[in-house]
């Protein structure tokens, strides 16, 4: 985008919520289960059916409220939105309109969460995005396009759903990248949802408006559909802006609408244009009545979790590791948990991280396994990180300790056991193999007492060729160097 156009950008996210049962109803919540199994008169919306709340999903969205700092409600309460539509059999979904159950908040925008090619050029470092509020509603069901007919699955529909909204914060696609990574980490860590935007438990619809550096008022507020992962939201914002930006310089109006984002054509495309917000005709559900959120938050508040960017910072200080290592350990909650569980045994803690960062996450990507496949215990990384501190095997055959770990699940002192790896660090065997190296190539000993220090790698070589690299080689260098200055 031009410097001299601004664009902003506001975020509606909805997250589904990880609970068993459907929001107002008894049936059980399961992605991929054969269309129409999961229904019954409340959610079908059929005449005389009554809405039951599900207190899991109250407790779940405002423990999330407490993940982003927001003001929780003392009393929040359910409306019935109207509109039409297939997908929405009562012709109303149950929401909430001036009440809501979360209010205020912020979401954190920290270095690692924005996309790998723009974390060195962060425009506005530690940006936090205001949001606006978190609500509670049920979710629609789930339309199929055929090639002449269309069908609905019912399944999905009264998933307990959350929507996010935050402020028009954002100010670029990689900050809206960025707010969508840390708020699904958050969400992950407190365990609310597993925020699969494949799975459709993450969807996000952009709202966004470019207008010249001198105007104060806001441009033409487009919304963007269609968003089914983080990468394509950015993508869809670049193109978007890009879009805005040339009608403006060629001296078009902008007008409020709504567009489809294609993700194989790379662009957007008119939905439908609106002059004005569509009158839902919110009121309260007779049904449901307010709920008093003191009743729960005692026990919400025990489940407050310990978040991404807390970890980070507790990650540096107890196992001495960098702040970059600490940001990519806590990450992924997984990962973070693995490492800890090994770090807590190991004498440098950052062996074990180098170890996770670099030989672990390599050989999972390499046989397409998730951290849960493992097959190293994490007791057996701080083992193994352990034995080439204590001298008992050298950094090369750590690394072929660490392959037959991965592909076995063995420890690594069977390991070391069995292929004979165990290293040589007894201080006589090594000094007389020192003597023999030193008798055998006097050039070398030449050179180095000449001034030529080089020359002690090759002694060095011939010390641990002679050992078939059992030879502990800083104690090789220590014997070399006293037995070469003795003569």
């Not at 149950?94 to 969460?113: F, K, M, T, W």
Request: glycine share 6%; charged share 30%; net charge negative.
């Amino acid at each position: 985008m031009k410097s001299d156009y601004i664009a902003t950008i506001g975020l509606e996210v909805h997250v589904q919520l990880k609970t068993k049962s459907k929001m107002f109803c008894g049936c059980s919540v399961e992605y991929g289960a054969e269309p129409n199994t999961h229904v019954c008169p409340t959610c079908l919306g059929l005449p005389g059916a009554l809405p039951v709340m599900n207190l899991e999903a109250l407790r779940m969205t405002a423990l999330s409220g407490l993940i982003f700092q927001c003001d929780i409600a003392p009393i929040c309460k359910f409306d019935r939105k109207s509109y039409y539509y297939p997908d929405m059999p009562k012709n109303y979904q149950i929401s909430q309109y001036d009440l809501p159950i979360c209010q205020n908040g912020e979401v954190p925008l920290y270095d690692l969460a924005y996309p790998k090619d723009a974390q060195k050029s962060i425009k506005n470092p530690d940006k936090r995005v205001r949001l606006i509020r978190i609500h509670l509603e049920e979710d629609v069901a789930k339309s199929f396009h055929f090639e002449t007919t269309s069908g609905i699955d019912f399944n999905r529909a009264g998933t307990p759903l959350m929507e996010i909204v935050s402020e028009p914060d954002i100010e670029s696609p990689e900050e809206a990248f960025a707010y969508l990574t840390s708020l699904k980490q958050a969400l992950m860590y407190g365990d609310v949802s597993d925020a699969d935007m494949e799975k459709g438990q993450l969807r996000c619809d952009c709202n966004v408006s470019v207008r010249p550096s001198h105007q104060t008022e806001y441009g033409a507020k487009i919304e963007l559909k269609n968003l089914n992962s983080i990468s394509g939201v950015r993508r869809a914002l670049a193109f978007e802006i890009d879009r805005q930006t040339l009608a403006l310089e060629r001296g078009e109006k902008l007008l409020q609408e709504t567009r489809r984002w294609d993700d194989d054509r790379g662009e957007t495309f008119l939905m439908r244009t609106k002059e004005s917000a569509h009158d839902y005709r919110y009121f309260p559900d007779p049904d449901l009545l307010p709920v008093k959120t003191e009743v729960f938050m005692p026990a919400v508040r025990a489940r407050l979790p310990e978040l991404p960017w807390a970890k980070r910072e507790r990650f540096v200080r107890e196992y001495g590791i960098s702040s970059y290592d600490a940001g990519v350990l806590a990450d992924d909650l997984e990962l973070s948990r693995y490492f800890e569980a090994a770090a807590k045994g190991a004498k440098r803690p950052k062996a074990v991280a180098n170890y996770v960062l670099n030989d672990l996450l390599s050989a999972l990507a390499g046989a397409e396994k998730s951290v849960q496949e493992c097959p190293i215990e994490p007791k057996y990384l701080a083992e193994l990180a352990g034995l080439i501190e204590d001298g008992k095997i050298n950094s090369k055959q750590g690394k072929e300790v660490f392959a037959e770990m991965f592909a076995s699940g063995e420890a690594p002192e069977k390991i070391v056991e069995a292929k004979g790896l165990k290293q040589e660090s007894d201080i006589d065997a090594i000094k007389l193999l020192c003597q023999q190296a030193i008798n055998a190539n006097p050039k070398s000993v030449e050179d180095y007492r000449a001034g030529k220090g080089a020359a002690i790698n090759f002694l060095k070589g011939q010390v641990m060729k002679a050992s078939k690299g059992k030879a502990n080689p800083n104690l090789v260098g220590e014997t070399l160097e006293k037995l070469l200055s003795a003569q």
